[in-house]
Every structure is written in C-alpha cells, then in structure tokens.
C-alpha cells in the first residue's frame, strides 16, 4: 500500500507543481494567444490531468511492485521518471518561459519517452501498460494543440 501512495502521491504532486506555471498565464498570455480549432475549453484540462496522473501512478506502482532487483523493472521505471521528468518541465517552459517552441521539443520527447515506457511496462504488467494508452492519446492530442499555438503565434 505505501508503494501505491508514494506512486501516485509523486506523479499528482508534479502535476500539482506544473499548475502553478499554468495558472499564472492561462487568464494572461494564453489567452491572447491564437489557438487551434480543437482547442477545448480551460477548466478540461485540470480534471483530465488528474485522472491521468492517478493513473500514471498506479501504474507505475504494478511495475515496482514487481521487485527492484529485477532488471526489467529497473529500466522500465528508469524511462518512466524520464517522461515524467519531462511532463514535469512542461508546464514551466510552455507557461512559465511562455515557450512554445521549446515546449514543443519538450513534448516530443515526453511522447516518445511515454511510449518507450509503454513497450517496457507491457513486457512486465499489460494492465500497467495499458493503464498509460489514454496518457500517450491525451499527450498526442496535447502536442497537436502546443504545434498547433506555435505555428499560429511565430
């Protein structure tokens, strides 16, 4: 049970972090900014990204659960904190540095890292794995939206 807490308190409390960078811009700078026809209402974002983290934490927690002295599991949680590391980055350069380009290297990476981690979490727990599938679609869509605003605003 502790492991689960501290799976998913890591990876709610980032997202908690991150929304301080957002906030700060979205009634400001984000606003003024031109945005993609698909670009959904602002209040969305908060309660999809806490699904997503509580997700991403248990996640996580079925793969660690599997034992550190495992390899498999030692590389798999590697890549994980990797992608979170780069989720956790986001929000201050896309927000806080007011970075669209950057953010979108960023996110990039994130996108590639978070499917690296799906590949490695299937080989060890497929619920752990597809526990990630809605966070890969939401940064995939969450990527069009931050090209999308660069392109529009350059």
């Given amino acids: 049970m502790i492991k689960l807490i501290i799976s ?3 990876c709610v409390l980032g ?14 700078w984000y606003a003024a900014l031109k945005k993609p026809a698909l670009n959904p209402p602002s209040w969305i974002f908060a309660p999809v990204w806490t ?14 659960k599997q034992g550190l002295g495992n390899d498999n599991v030692k590389m798999a949680l590697t890549i994980f904190m990797l ?4 989720n956790f980055v ?10 669209p380009l950057i953010g979108l290297v960023i996110i990039i990476l994130m996108w590639c890292a978070i499917l690296a981690t799906i590949i490695l979490f299937h080989r060890i727990s497929q619920p752990a794995a597809y526990l990630l599938v809605p966070y890969l679609l939401w940064v995939s869509f969450a990527t069009y939206l931050n ?7 350059k």
């Fill in 90 to 99: 986001w929000s201050p350069v896309f927000f806080g540095m007011k970075s």
């Fill in 83 to 86: 992608q979170l590391a780069l």
């Fill in 147 to 153: 090209s999308s605003i660069y392109f529009l605003n």
């Fill in 51 to 64: 699904v997503l983290y509580i997700m991403m934490g248990v996640s996580a927690f079925l793969i660690w």
């Fill in 15 to 28: 997202g908690f972090v991150g929304s301080f960078f957002t906030a700060s811009s979205v009634g400001s």
């Fill in 8 to 10: 998913v308190g890591i």
